[in-house]
């Protein structure tokens, strides 16, 4: 049940909140965290991609663009408990993506970024995919959220998915706040959530301009199925995939009008990024990582590379580029610092990277090493928080092997490949992961072999049977809700 504070100690909180100096910041800044779906690293125009993107483009002139930006892990659900609640999803129980008929979700015992900011006394919404539970204590409402619109789970989990067998899926359903709106989601409806998503965006900016406020605008796309409004219909020149990139692109576009409209633009902290790389197995319906290696679904760097824009004037440099290590999971605790919240109780793994985001001189990442675990509990690699070199740990995963992707909403084929023994990988150099250089430097494979040691005994690996001493239990539905 969310609580109400009486409205002498709201006051009392948002006096204190605009008195409050965070890195001689006055008033608390908003905060908009846009979060889109399978967009690939070189998708946006800042980062080379072929399409137009004119408002990515500018929010990236007018703020600093990450390059070395990742997700802890390359799928829906564990990359959205990471950013919400600042830990690895594996520390809080969430594994891969969870299915409509998932008995579990993310425990409300988390504090996620929106508990975190009404603790200072924002508004807080959301429009979009959440991911993290489709059962009414593990929605939106329950984690600190004021509203929501938008779908519980993947907009490909759904009855008319080409590649759904019959029966695989029950209707997907729109959801405002607690309830059901649309029952069944249809492709008419599914060709207006990017618009819908940002109707209630701009919305929300509208009434709430007058207090601090948090909002996470979650895109559906570009998952497949990709779908479009008329709008942007046909209008890229490059295929359906671009229409859908371009509706993203005025979606931002829209959000910075909203912001710019009530004079809120130049104190508001605005974040663009993905959620894990691109779905390479669609082909003419997926995105590029660039020069990067893989895609969605591997710990290769096509996977876990995403692209980042941040913007706040007066507080990140207009114009600038950094290639700092940087992850989704440090974003709760910088922010925390921001807006002078306390850290949640229990323990998460990000750290406050304030320096390093804001390009203070000889600022270094209070991290040794950044883990990525995928599939069941499988640490697959880790990269030094410099950035510089990557251990690639024995596993399994997925390929093209080089072949073309499917087209017209229909996959390709993976296989599988091996990584039979430890590569180490020099990211300054090699950062497509072409060159394993293990053999020629056996004291760096060592400490970052040791460092993966330290892993396993925090959060398990069940590549070698460890069981984590520090991971938590979602959260699991209660008999009332069976």
Same mark, same amino acid.
């Given at each position: ?43 946006? !125009? ?8 004119? #408002?990515?483009? $500018?929010?990236?002139?007018?703020? @600093?663009?990450?390059? #070395? ?10 990359? $959205?408990? /990471?950013?919400?609640? !600042? ?19 993310? /425990? ?21 995919? *959440? ?10 409402? $329950?984690? !600190? ?12 989990? *759904? ?47 509208? $009434? ?11 895109? %559906? ?14 209008? /890229? ?13 005025? %979606? ?9 409209? #009530? ?29 990067? @290696? ?5 710990? *290769? ?48 793994? !990000? ?37 510089? *070199? ?26 599988? #490949? ?65």
């Amino acid at each position: 049940m969310r609580t109400c504070l009486p409205t002498l100690a709201l006051a009392l909180l948002l006096l204190a909140a605009s008195a409050f100096g965070a890195g001689g910041i006055s008033p608390l800044p908003n905060v908009i965290v846009i979060f889109a779906d399978d967009l690939g690293y070189a998708d946006i !125009g800042p980062f080379g991609s072929r399409y137009a993107t004119p #408002h990515l483009d $500018r929010l990236a002139r007018e703020g @600093r663009t990450f390059t #070395h930006f990742h997700v802890s892990q390359p799928v829906c659900s564990a990359s $959205r408990a /990471s950013l919400l609640t !600042g830990s690895y999803s594996n520390r809080v129980g969430i594994h891969g993506a969870l299915s409509p008929r998932a008995q579990h979700g993310l /425990s409300p015992e988390e504090v996620t970024l929106a508990r975190m900011f009404k603790q200072r006394g924002y508004a807080t919404g959301m429009a979009g995919k *959440w991911h993290l539970g489709h059962h009414r204590e593990f929605l939106p409402l $329950r984690h !600190g959220f004021d509203e929501y619109l938008g779908l519980p789970y993947s907009n490909d989990m *759904w009855p008319h998915h080409p590649q759904a067998k019959p029966g695989t899926y029950p209707p997907l359903p729109l959801l405002e706040n607690d309830r059901v709106i649309e029952p069944e989601v249809t492709p008419d409806l599914q060709a207006q959530l990017t618009t819908r998503y940002t109707e209630r965006t701009v919305s929300f900016i509208d $009434r709430h301009r007058d207090r601090p406020f948090f909002f996470y605008l979650a895109h %559906s796309m570009p998952h497949v199925p990709l779908f479009v409004s008329d709008k942007f219909k046909g209008k /890229s020149g490059a295929g359906l995939y671009g229409d859908v990139i371009q509706e993203i692109d005025w %979606s931002v576009g829209q959000v910075m009008a909203a912001l710019e409209r #009530h004079g809120l633009a130049d104190r508001t902290l605005v974040i663009f990024t993905s959620d894990n790389g691109p779905w390479l197995s669609y082909g003419d319906h997926a995105g590029s990582a660039g020069q990067f @290696r893989e895609g969605k679904g591997t710990s *290769w760097e096509g996977g876990t590379r995403v692209p980042c824009i941040m913007r706040w004037p007066g507080q990140l440099a207009a114009g600038t580029e950094t290639d700092a290590m940087l992850m989704t999971i440090d974003l709760l605790p910088t922010l925390a610092g921001r807006i002078g919240a306390p850290l949640p109780r229990l323990p998460i793994d !990000g750290r406050d990277v304030w320096p390093l985001l804001s390009g203070q001189s000889g600022a270094r990442n209070p991290h040794d090493a950044y883990f990525f675990w995928y599939a069941n509990n499988e640490l697959q690699a880790l990269i030094t928080a410099d950035g510089h *070199w990557k251990l690639v740990l024995p596993h399994r995963y997925r390929t093209l092997a080089g072949k073309p992707g499917g087209r017209g909403g229909i996959p390709a084929n993976y296989v599988q #490949h091996q990584v039979g023994r430890p590569q180490l990988y020099n990211l300054e150099a090699d950062p497509g992961e072409a060159s394993d250089v293990a053999a020629n430097h056996p004291d760096v494979l060592a400490r970052l072999l040791a460092l993966a040691e330290v892993a396993r005994n925090e959060l398990g690996d069940s590549l070698t049977q460890r069981v984590g001493s520090g991971t938590r239990a979602p959260g699991r539905i209660s008999a009332r809700s069976k």
